[in-house]
C-alpha cells in the first residue's frame, strides 16, 4: 500500500519549536518533489513548504521563513520539517504530499496527481 505518514505534531507553547516526520511506505521518496501544507478551522489549505526530489532546492512560504526547515533523509525513506519559532497562527492540521517531479512547488493543487498524507495536528497554545 502506497502511503505517507506525518508524526511530530502536537501541543506547544509560543515561542517553541516541533519537528515533523513525513515518512513514506510502499513507495521510494526520492523521486518525489514533497511538499508541507497546513490547514486551518475554517481556512482553505495553504503550502508551507516544499523540496525537491533531489533535496538541492527548497521553497517556503512568506509566513514561515526564517523560522521553518524542510529537510529529506531519502535513506529513511522520510522528509522533515523543523517548526521553530512558533506562533498562535501556526496552529493548523499538517499534511505532507508526494508528486513526481524534479521541482517543488507549494501549490496545492500541483500534488492532485501525487500522494497525500492524513495529517498530524500542531497547536501553539499559551
Known amino acids: 500500500q502506497l502511503q505517507l505518514v506525518e508524526s511530530g505534531g502536537g501541543l506547544v507553547q509560543p515561542g517553541g519549536s516541533l519537528r515533523l516526520s513525513c515518512a513514506a511506505s510502499g513507495f521510494t521518496l526520492s523521486a518525489y518533489a514533497i511538499g508541507w501544507f497546513r490547514q486551518a478551522p475554517g481556512k482553505e489549505r495553504e503550502g508551507v513548504s516544499c523540496?525537491?526530489?533531489?533535496?538541492?532546492?527548497?521553497n517556503y512560504a512568506d509566513s514561515v521563513k526564517g523560522r521553518f526547515t524542510i529537510s529529506r533523509d531519502n535513506a529513511k525513506n522520510t522528509v522533515y520539517l523543523q517548526m521553530n519559532s512558533l506562533k498562535l497562527e501556526d496552529t493548523a492540521v499538517y499534511y505532507c504530499?508526494?508528486?513526481?517531479?524534479?521541482?517543488?512547488?507549494?501549490?496545492?493543487?500541483?500534488?492532485?496527481?501525487?500522494?497525500w498524507g492524513q495529517g498530524t495536528q500542531v497547536t501553539v497554545s499559551s
Open positions: 504530499a508526494a508528486v513526481k517531479s524534479l521541482w517543488c512547488t507549494i501549490v496545492v493543487d500541483s500534488y492532485g496527481d501525487g500522494f
Open positions: 523540496i525537491r526530489s533531489s533535496g538541492d532546492g527548497t
